[in-house]
């Protein structure tokens, strides 16, 4: 990993959090006496559109769109930009995801999301990143929230000259739904 010890304390205590809250959601009552998890709101249900905003480990960002194809499985499709000023670098990449909603706790849910992305920058060519993320979903209101996701994923770039296992796709983001 290229990252810096800051980073590196940020990124292993979002982690942290959300592997120890993880337990804590994984058996309610609700979700111990019916078969799939609920909704993570009971305003979502299929064909609710969301948008999201993300601040990544590594100081980057995204915005994203979320479609639910039912009340706890969602596409998630993001785009990202990192701007470097020493040294001067950019890059940019597309991202889609597969959200499932695990468990849900009053106002938080629990979600598990695979996902793929593909980007370039200012100093190598393409980037791929296949991994997953498990994130904790705050619900400040039925369609308004706030949440982690700690993600661990593999990246190279079209050469294979690297391979890594990376964490700086971890985020905190805000979410809306429609």
Do not use: C, W
Not at 43 to 64: N, Y
Request: net charge negative; no cysteine; proline share 4%.
């Amino acid at each position: 990993m290229t990252l810096s010890s800051s980073q590196s304390l940020r990124q292993l205590a979002l982690v942290a959090a959300v592997l120890l809250a993880a337990p804590a959601l994984a058996q309610t009552e609700e979700s111990a006496s019916e078969p799939s998890a609920p909704a993570p709101s009971s305003a979502i249900q299929g064909g609710t559109f969301g948008l999201s905003a993300s601040l990544f480990g590594g100081g980057s960002g995204s915005i994203g769109g979320l479609y639910f194809l039912g009340p706890n499985s969602a596409l998630h499709l993001t785009l990202g930009t990192t701007l470097g000023i020493v040294p001067a670098t950019f890059a940019f990449n597309v991202g889609v995801g597969y959200r499932m909603y695990m468990a849900k706790a009053g106002q938080v849910a629990l979600y598990l999301e695979p996902g793929a992305s593909v980007g370039f920058n200012s100093t190598t060519d393409l980037n791929f990143n296949v991994g997953a993320g498990l994130g904790l979903e705050y619900f400040l209101a039925d369609r308004l929230s706030v949440g982690a996701e700690a993600n661990l994923s593999l990246r190279t770039n079209n050469r294979f000259e690297t391979v890594l296992i990376d964490t700086s796709m971890s985020q905190l983001f805000l979410s809306i739904y429609f």
